[in-house]
């Protein structure tokens, strides 16, 4: 079945720091991507997604693109901030369904 | 965007009671509703997918009988957790959609913890 791996946390930054975050996916058809956000207290927000291969979400400073050939989605920030501290979530959605990948759980040190 | 809501957001409970867990979309109507749960550094894992005025749609491995889920109007499932046990400690989460495909929006969690 579909399955999403990310990087296992927690990492600890400071700020203005590079983030990047791996995933990578298994699926069977040709999934929608995306990455989730939750911060401290808070429901799960979509932060970006791309829907095919070389489509590339970027949001809040934010990028990740949709790499069919490594079967990768990495999320990549230059420079980060405090109010970036966060779970981050990679998730694939086949149909309707989302899975997910276990988070990450990021903290931005000033 | 638009926003789901929880209640309560903790729980704990003795075993063998029941709990119910409220999932409510305030400001859009819910065509289809989903429940998470969530284990201690782990992926959320779908548990249902519930339509409004119909039965909810189980995972493979998820009890219907424990994990009872109603969805009675557009705006507001449930998740009632029977006779829980300590293994059924976890935080549960609520998501929501209007229309086919659209966009989940997620509720907050509920920590359930039972002793």
């Known amino acids: 079945g579909d399955s999403v791996t990310q990087m296992e946390g927690p990492v600890t930054l400071s700020e203005e720091a590079f983030l990047t975050i791996n995933c990578t996916y298994t699926?069977?058809?040709?999934?929608?991507l995306f990455w989730y956000v939750q911060y401290p207290g808070e429901g799960l927000q979509l932060l970006l997604k791309a829907t095919k291969a070389d489509d590339k979400g970027s949001n809040k400073g934010f990028e990740a693109t949709y790499r069919k050939e490594t079967t990768s989605f990495h999320l990549e920030k230059g420079s980060v901030q405090v109010s970036d501290s966060a779970v981050y979530f990679c998730?694939?959605?086949?149909?309707?369904?989302?899975?997910f990948g276990a988070g990450t759980t990021v903290t931005v040190r000033a | 965007g638009a926003v789901v809501s929880q209640h309560p957001s903790r729980v704990i409970c003795k075993s063998g009671t029941s709990v119910k867990i409220e999932c409510r979309s305030l400001?859009?109507?819910?065509?289809?509703m989903f429940w998470y749960r969530q284990f201690p550094k782990q992926s959320l894992m779908l548990m249902a997918t519930s339509n409004e005025g119909s039965k909810a749609t189980y995972e493979q491995g998820v009890e219907k009988d424990k994990f009872l889920i109603n969805h009675a109007s557009l705006t507001l499932s449930t998740l009632t957790v029977t006779s829980a046990h300590p293994e059924d400690s976890s935080f549960y989460i609520c998501?929501?959609?209007?229309?086919?495909?659209?966009?989940?929006?997620f509720g907050p969690g509920t920590r359930l913890t039972v002793l």
């Open positions: 400001d859009f109507q819910a065509t289809t």
């Open positions: 699926a069977t058809g040709y999934p929608s």
């Open positions: 998730a694939l959605k086949d149909d309707y369904k989302l899975s």
């Open positions: 998501s929501a959609i209007t229309g086919g495909l659209g966009e989940q929006f």
